[in-house]
């Protein structure tokens, strides 16, 4: 059974930092995109960062120069390094696996919540 597990999640001050993880099973891990999604209150999920196979990665004009994302293969994991946080910001924050194999399929964690909030 695939599992994909976020974690780091919580209440930081404007101007702040945060670090979320995810873990994903290794049976997909080293053949999938992995991505940052999130989803604010009565909006629609939105794409916030991804990092491919080879490492290379895209974020969302929002978030660039602020948030990074990495990967660490030898431990199955996908990291978003977030700096300089805004209520804006402020989302529940999904991690998604697509795992490239033929069709495509597509795994999500359960979310965690990042509030940005003096």
């Known amino acids: 059974q695939v599992q994909v597990v976020e974690s780091g999640g919580g209440l930081v001050q404007p101007g702040g930092s945060l670090r979320l993880s995810c873990a994903a099973s290794?049976?997909?891990?080293?053949?999938?995109?992995m991505g940052w999604y999130r989803q604010a209150s009565g909006k629609q999920r939105e794409l916030v960062a991804s990092v491919g196979i080879g490492g290379d990665t895209n974020y969302a004009d929002s978030v660039k120069g602020r948030f990074t994302i990495s990967r660490d293969n030898a431990k199955n994991t996908v990291y978003l390094q977030m700096n300089s946080l805004t209520p804006d910001d402020t989302a529940v924050y999904y991690c998604?696996?697509?795992?490239?194999?033929?069709?495509?399929?597509?795994?999500w964690g359960q979310g965690t919540q990042v509030t940005v909030s003096s």
């Open positions: 998604n696996a697509r795992h490239l194999v033929f069709p495509p399929q597509d795994y």
């Open positions: 290794r049976s997909i891990f080293s053949l999938s995109i």
